[in-house]
């Protein structure tokens, strides 16, 4: 605990430091920082691990925002491709058809659903991830500062066993020693303290997000599909009349009827009318 | 027709050329305005519309092409989506099996749809379409067939008129001709000239006749089925519609289910998480340093982005009482900090309840709490606040060096064995405002202290 007495200030902890020096051996303070050292070498292995955890979590991120934008295009392809289809139907449909109202009025609910399914997507899953993915780059690079720090951390103590440890003490030395190696444990232990806290709490948020994305998602498809799915019966209605309208004429493909009858009417050709 | 002979193929290669000569012939004549054109109004209006249906059938058969392809992308990206989420499931979580079942649910689906519009739709469309080619190809014979009678008539017609002046002509020298012939030889010029002209006439007519005919067979077979099929257009519509419409209607009214599922899923997965971290109170995650202090209950990073879902910021770790450290003992727990989140509430009733075990000196007078907060609402609950009244020299490692005039926080023992009689365990002020941890803490003589 000897470490954690070099409070804020510095004069004070520089004097009793010096006057433990004075007191106990140099062996025990040289102890402690290897102590230390070693302490801090499990803390890093520690720490390797949520650095990892935090690499996975910004591949799985990247990977769920890409597919989350793929689906989005893909929507939009289904949109593009079924009113395409709506169009060429109308285009189609002769005004004395059964139905023609309807079917315009069908065709605009369609598209404005569509419209919506799409909006709502982008707002509610492509920007969700697009916030959560953002996020990553800031913590990695504060990780790699904070490794940074550590490597000052690790030389300050390493230059100061290394003056505790001579056989001839300059005692100036030492002190200034002591003095950077307190303000680079302070800068260490700072970050490192706010890391500490936010990483565990970041790789569970991991999975907030997922539930979030999935649950909207899930309800948004929920939504459309049944509006859609009335849409679709009404199409089906309209079209069960224009059946009905039409009922006289043949619907099956199959070979085409031939009249092959020239005695017949029909056979008779104007061209030998205007011929006379 | 290769194979019957070199001779035949010539003599049809032959016929070809010359038919298309005559076609051609018949044609600039015709433009010239020096031949008459058979035109059938009605039957260019059935071309009309022939070619109209085609244009139309053609256009559907593409769109649905491309729905499909579409589908196709939709299909994939549905399931990208449920692999990512799959992968990051984990056994324990409610409803591993039930959303395996759903993804593969939803599978088939996709397959089962894009199979009955590509049977059912595309490939009816198909079969419609396939017939118009053959018969663009009979109207164009038609055609052919028609400029060839229409040849026909006119140098059948032709030759009518020139029949009387070619009479005319051939009479006088033909006649001057008989009187300086033989006797055996009278009448046979002329009878030879008769047969010659009406020859040429007899093949005239035969080919008319025959150009008639088959321009009028191919006439009426199309005259009957262009109407039929233009009226069949309805039908073919009206069916590929009203089962694509019927088949997406029962498409998405699965996905619907399906959807729901998922969804219910979902709710319930959060449901078990939040209980999940509401119970647990040791949060698991790699021990840091022997005596430091909780887990950092700050909370999420800031979700106001997260508009249209309320995204409740998950309590990670809401309960007042620490996650376990070392040097501390649960039993002991006198002492609380906190971030700004949870309350301390129950936690501490049972605590103060400890303190006259802990106090024997001073029973009554510690019920009350003090609570020390920084800036950052981190806040420390401690019994006590004495004042250095004389300047104290740490002797040891574990205490607490003490200058005149320093306010101490008065924290409980770790183990309350260790308390030696006159000690008590406290943390500087000035320490936790700067350092905000409980690491320098340490023990000092009471009686060098007073209460404040």
């Not at chain 1, 289809?85 to 059964?98: F, N, P, R, V």
């Not at chain 2, 199979?115 to 055609?143: E, G, N």
């Not at chain 2, 191919?218 to 009226?231: I, R, Y």
Request: glycine share 6%; charged share 30%.
């Amino acid at each position: 605990m000897a470490e954690n007495k070099m409070g804020p200030n510095l004069q004070a902890g520089a004097g009793i430091f010096a006057k433990r020096v004075q007191k106990s051996l140099n062996r025990a303070q040289e102890k402690v920082l290897q102590k230390l050292g070693k302490t801090m070498e499990t803390k890093d292995e520690q720490f390797e691990l949520c650095s990892q955890n935090l690499n996975k979590q910004q591949i799985d991120g990247s990977r769920l925002f890409k597919d989350v934008k793929a689906y989005y295009a893909a929507v939009k392809g289904m949109h593009e491709t079924s009113k395409r289809l709506s169009q060429t139907l109308s285009d189609i449909y002769e005004s004395d058809w059964d139905g023609v109202k309807d079917l315009a009025v069908i065709t605009e609910s369609e598209d404005l659903l569509w419209n919506d399914y799409e909006e709502k997507i982008n707002d509610q899953l492509v920007r969700t991830m697009e916030n959560y993915t953002s996020q990553f780059p800031e913590v990695k690079e504060r990780v790699a500062k904070r490794g940074r720090k550590l490597v000052d951390y690790d030389s300050a103590r390493h230059h100061l066993e290394a003056l505790q440890g001579a056989k001839k003490k300059d005692e100036a030395k030492i002190a200034k020693a002591e003095e950077e190696f307190n303000k680079a444990q302070n800068v260490f232990e700072e970050i490192n303290n706010e890391l500490r806290e936010e990483l565990p709490v970041l790789h569970q948020s991991r999975i907030g997000c997922y539930v979030t994305v999935f649950e909207n998602i899930s309800n948004l498809r929920d939504v459309f599909y049944k509006e859609m799915s009335g849409l679709n019966r009404e199409l089906y209605n309209v079209m069960k009349k224009l059946e009905t309208q039409h009922s006289g004429k043949a619907f099956i493909i199959k070979g085409l009827n031939r009249c092959v009858d020239p005695g017949s009417k029909t056979c008779r050709t104007p061209a030998l009318e205007a011929w006379g | 027709m290769a194979e019957i002979g070199k001779g035949v193929t010539a003599g049809k290669l032959a016929i070809n050329v010359q038919k298309r000569l005559t076609r051609a012939q018949e044609k600039v004549l015709q433009k010239l305005g020096k031949a008459d054109e058979t035109r059938d109004v009605v039957f260019e209006e059935m071309v009309a519309n022939f070619n109209k249906q085609m244009g139309e059938g053609t256009k559907l058969q593409k769109d649905l092409k491309a729905y499909l392809a579409a589908v196709k992308t939709m299909h994939d990206a549905s399931r990208r989506l449920q692999d990512c989420l799959a992968d990051m499931y984990e056994p324990d979580w409610f409803g591993k099996e039930e959303m395996d079942a759903l993804a593969e649910d939803t599978d088939t689906m996709w397959l089962d749809y894009h199979q009955s519009i590509t049977d059912k739709s595309l490939q009816d469309m198909d079969m419609y379409l396939s017939q118009f080619p053959d018969i663009k190809a009979r109207i164009a014979k038609r055609d052919r067939k028609l400029v060839d009678f229409d040849s026909a008539r006119h140098h059948f017609t032709s030759l009518q008129k020139g029949k009387k002046k070619d009479e005319a002509k051939i009479a006088k020298p033909a006649a001057l001709l008989e009187m300086a012939a033989p006797s055996w030889a009278q009448g046979l010029i002329s009878a030879h000239q008769v047969a010659q002209t009406n020859l040429s006439y007899n093949q005239a007519e035969e080919d008319l006749g025959r150009a008639q005919k088959i321009f009028e067979e191919l006439n009426v077979e199309l005259q009957d089925e262009l109407p039929a099929l233009w009226d069949r257009r309805v039908g073919v519509y009206v069916n590929t519609f009203q089962s694509l419409a019927g088949h997406q209607e029962k498409f998405h009214k699965e996905m619907s289910k399906l959807s729901e599922n998922l969804n219910d899923i979902m709710t319930k997965l959060e449901e078990q998480r939040q209980i999940n971290q509401s119970n647990t109170q040791s949060y698991s995650q790699p021990g840091w340093d022997e005596a430091e202090t909780a887990v950092g209950e700050e909370g999420w990073i800031d979700d106001t982005d997260y508009e249209a879902q309320p995204y409740t910021e998950p309590n990670w770790d809401n309960d007042g009482a620490n996650v376990e450290q070392g040097g501390w003992g649960d039993d002991q727990y006198t002492q609380v900090e906190l971030d700004g989140l949870g309350q301390v509430g129950p936690q501490l009733d049972a605590e103060k309840s400890r303190i006259p075990q802990i106090w024997g000196k001073h029973p009554k007078n510690f019920t009350d709490f003090i609570c020390k907060s920084d800036v950052n609402e981190k806040r420390l609950f401690c019994f006590l606040q004495v004042k250095a009244v004389h300047d104290y020299a740490a002797t040891d490692g574990d205490e607490l060096e003490l200058k005149m005039g320093d306010v101490v926080l008065v924290l409980a023992f770790d183990n309350p064995d260790e308390q030696d009689d006159g000690w008590l365990m406290g943390l500087k002020e000035s320490h936790w405002f700067q350092k905000k941890d409980i690491s320098a803490k340490g023990v000092f003589p009471e009686n060098f202290t007073q209460r404040v």
